[in-house]
């Protein structure tokens, strides 16, 4: 059963940082492209930031030089470095896998900046 489980969201101020962790279970880990999404109250989800199999990383533009994407494979486990927060950040934050046909989610977790 494949499983992946967001840890790390919370309540924070702005300019304050968090670390969001997603371990997942049951893929080859090493294989996937691992990316993290967010979905506000009332909007659509959105891309965060992905990293291939290799180490290569992409960010969409509003998180840009603030949060940074990586991976462990030795842990199975996918991290998003998010510093220098603002509000417009709040929304539930979620991990994907990609590998092909294959593609699994996360249930995400909330990140809320508000001071």
């Known amino acids: 059963q494949v499983q992946l489980v967001e840890s790390g969201g919370g309540l924070v101020q702005p300019g304050e940082s968090l670390r969001l962790s997603c371990l997942v279970s049951?893929?080859?880990?090493?294989?996937?492209?691992l990316g993290w999404y967010r979905q506000a109250p009332g909007k659509q989800r959105d891309l965060v930031a992905t990293?291939?199999?290799?180490?290569?990383?992409t960010y969409q533009d509003p998180v840009k030089d603030r949060f940074t994407i990586f991976r462990d494979n030795a842990k199975n486990t996918v991290y998003l470095q998010m510093n220098s927060l603002k509000p417009d950040d709040t929304a539930v934050y979620s991990c994907?896998?990609?590998?092909?046909?294959?593609?699994?989610w996360g249930q995400g977790t909330q990140v809320t900046v508000s001071s």
């Open positions: 990293i291939t199999s290799g180490g290569s990383t």
């Open positions: 994907n896998a990609n590998f092909e046909n294959f593609n699994y």
């Open positions: 049951g893929i080859t880990f090493r294989i996937y492209k």
